[in-house]
């Protein structure tokens, strides 16, 4: 993806403001997979810094999915479109994209792929171009989740360039903490994520693959993560936060492009940043700059900033309760939960892929709504996995309409650092 550095190509993560730019270091990621022989042959198009569901903001143009709905194009999801379409498309092995709030698990579910976030920190961000620091992860798309535990595999290194990389104690403490997985897997069904938004298609799927999986031997689980209602908003405060500091440093002195003419003169009044930062980001980054801004100011931070951090503790606490694992980053496990769970099925995405005309129509918060159910897992850091489930006959009947999608995503998310009983229940389900 196009905001992963690599020092043969450009890197301009969509933007504007990074035309052109050529990194003089290469990413860790992009290092690793160089070193067990993989082909970098490309950057994929994404929503510009990852700031999108539907990988239609970029400076490079839109992103098409393969798939068509009476002849137009559905969306790819986004923010890491770019990446899911070109392993769609059969023509890449794999792709790396980052997911931050979903842009990995939203395109996968979208495009009929695979899409892992592994736990935060276990894969290097040195050398990814940051959006909001405490939640961005390097994530991979494939067509299975084999292919995807294997990039997996070669990626999940400490790296000490990367300051929130997981040190190696961390990792032992992680290993240390990993069981055989269970034959029979307790599987937790939330009950907030039944919103009544969910489409029909994708409730049927879900329905179905909470059926099969009962069918081989599996048990359910109702399970209640009270704080899901309010994770969105609290990620649409906390991400654009981040964000909005994050992104200052394009000023037009350090990288890329700067705007030119008599504006950015300082006899004119508009000093060269300014202009620089009008024109050199899209209306979606401008927008979370200044929402960011905003609720980092001293007159907004106590009922914004503060609170979204306090529900991210929460949400972390309902995950804490239900997961059978204690999460190895703290010292005991909150009890109170009901049921104990090895893993949490969801659906990836509440609809299927809209199309690029529709998406044009929506507003930017309908646009935030797709990514309800990714964002839970990404508060907390949790592995999670977006797998391809077949659409039931009827249901492709009333609500594909002339379209050609045949899936939409199935997720499991596990207890922080049980990335691999993640793939293990993914492949289960796939
Ligand atoms: N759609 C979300 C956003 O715009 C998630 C993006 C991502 O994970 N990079 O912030």
Redesign the pocket.
């Known amino acids: 993806m196009d905001n992963i550095v690599t020092s043969s190509l450009p890197t301009t993560a969509a933007s504007r403001n990074l035309s052109n730019h050529i990194s003089p270091f290469e990413a860790t990621v992009v290092k690793l997979l160089k070193q067990h022989g993989a082909t970098v042959s490309s950057k994929t198009n994404m929503?510009e810094f990852?700031?999108?569901?539907h990988s239609q903001n970029s400076f490079n143009g839109p992103v098409l999915s393969l798939f068509k709905k009476i002849g137009v194009p559905l969306s790819p999801g986004?923010?890491?479109g770019g990446s899911a379409v070109a392993v769609a498309s059969g023509d890449w092995w794999a792709a790396l994209g980052?997911?931050?709030?979903?842009?990995?698990r939203?395109p996968a579910a979208y495009t009929g792929t695979v899409g892992f976030k592994p736990s935060y920190g276990l894969l290097s961000r040195w050398g990814v171009i940051q959006?909001?620091n405490s939640?961005?992860t390097v994530g991979i798309l494939a067509a299975s989740v084999e292919d995807a535990g294997a990039v997996f595999d070669i990626l999940n290194q400490y790296d000490p360039q990367d300051p929130t990389s997981l040190q190696p104690s961390v990792r032992r403490r992680i290993a240390a903490n990993r069981r055989t997985p269970p034959k029979t897997l307790r599987i937790g069904v939330p009950t907030e994520y039944n919103i009544h938004e969910l489409s029909s298609a994708v409730r049927a799927a879900y329905i179905s693959t909470l059926q099969q999986l009962q069918n081989l031997g599996h048990t359910l689980h109702a399970i209640s993560l009270p704080t899901t209602k309010q994770a969105l908003s609290a990620?649409?405060v906390l991400?654009?936060a981040e964000a909005s500091s994050n992104l200052a440093k394009y000023d037009g002195i350090r990288y890329g492009f700067r705007s030119e003419g008599p504006d950015a003169l300082p006899r004119e009044n508009l000093p060269l940043y300014a202009k620089t930062r009008g024109e050199g980001f899209g209306e979606?980054v401008k927008r979370?700059i200044l929402l960011g801004a905003y609720t980092l100011s001293s007159e907004a931070i106590d009922n914004y900033f503060i609170q979204a951090q306090k529900v991210r503790r929460l949400v972390q606490r309902d995950f804490d309760r239900v997961f059978a694992t204690q999460n190895p980053l703290l010292d005991s496990k909150p009890g109170g939960g009901g049921d104990e769970v090895d893993i949490i099925i969801t659906p990836s995405a509440p609809t299927l892929p809209p199309t690029v005309d529709e998406v044009k129509k929506q507003s930017p918060v309908e646009?935030?709504m797709?990514?309800v159910f990714?964002?839970p897992a990404?508060l907390v850091g949790l592995p999670a996995v977006s797998v391809p489930m077949p659409l039931s006959d009827d249901t492709v009947e009333m609500e594909v309409e002339g379209g050609d999608v045949k899936t939409t995503g199935i997720q499991v998310i596990g207890q922080f650092g049980d990335d691999e009983l993640v793939l293990r229940a993914a492949e289960i389900v796939q």
Request: aromatic fraction near 12%; proline fraction near 3%; charge should be negative.
């Open positions: 929503d990852g700031m999108g569901s986004g923010s890491s980052t997911d931050t709030g979903g842009s990995v939203l959006y909001a939640l961005d990620y649409y991400a654009p979606e979370r646009i935030y797709n990514d990714t964002v990404s």
